[in-house]
C-alpha cells in the first residue's frame, strides 16, 4: 500500500484538493483507493460521500490513527489530509509508515514564510533527517504569467531543503468539481486534460519514490 501523506503550516494551501484530485486519478486507474481525513474541517471526507455513481468509489474514514485498522485488506493507495497547522505531534501516527509527504504552498510571502518554518521543522523529524520519508512541495493555485508566483517559486526553490514537485495552475475547476464529489481525472475534455498535465509531474515523482 502507498500511504501519501498531506500536510501544512497553515490553512487554506490546498491539502485537500491534493488529497481528492490523488483519490480521484487512482480510482480511475482501477485502483482501491482510501482517505482519512484527520482534519476537523473533515472536506476530503465530504467529498468522498458526495461521490456520485457514475465514478470508482472512494472510501473515507473521519479521525486519526484509529481509522488506519478500519482500512480493507485491498487498499492500494492510501491518502491522509491532516490538520491544518499539523506538527510533528499530529503527523507523528502516520510518519513511520508514509510513503511520501507532500507539502501544499501558495505563492504568497505569508504562505511562504509560514512554509519555510515549517520545512525546517520536517527536517529535524528522524525519519525524514535520514532520508527515509521523502518530502516534495507542491505549488498550488499559481498565476504562472505573474511576477508573484514567478518569485514565489524562485524563492522557494532557493531557500527550501526540499523539491518542488509541481506546479498547479489557479482554476475554478477544482472548486467546481470539488462539489459535485468529482476530480479532473473523473473526466476526458480537452479542457481538463489541460490541468491534467500539471499533475504528471507529481505523479511520476510519488511513482519514483515508492
Known sequence: MLMTLVASSKGGCGKST???????????????????DADRQGSSFRWAARRPENVPGVLAFEG???????????????????PAGARE??????????????????PSSFDLDAT???????RAINRIHRGKLPVGL?????KP????????LTQLAEQSPFPIVA?????????????????????????????????KPLLRWIKRQS
Open 138 to 142: 507542491v505549488a498550488n493555485r499559481l
Open 64 to 82: 486519526g490513527r484509529r481509522s488506519l485498522a478500519k482500512l480493507p485488506p485491498d487498499t492500494a493507495q492510501l491518502l491522509i489530509d491532516t
Open 167 to 199: 506546479q498547479l495552475r489557479d482554476s475554478q475547476a477544482y472548486v467546481l468539481l470539488a462539489a459535485l464529489g468529482k476530480g479532473i481525472f473523473d473526466y476526458n475534455s480537452e479542457q481538463v486534460r489541460s490541468h491534467q498535465e500539471d499533475w
Open 89 to 106: 505531534r499530529e503527523l507523528e501516527p502516520y510518519l513511520d509508515q508514509a510513503s511520501v509527504l507532500l507539502v501544499p504552498v501558495l
Open 145 to 152: 504569467w505573474t511576477h508573484a508566483s514567478q518569485d514565489a
Open 116 to 122: 519555510l518554518a515549517f520545512t525546517d521543522e520536517l
Open 18 to 36: 491534493l488529497v481528492t484530485q490523488l483519490a480521484s486519478h487512482w480510482a480511475q486507474a482501477g485502483h482501491h483507493s482510501a482517505i482519512i
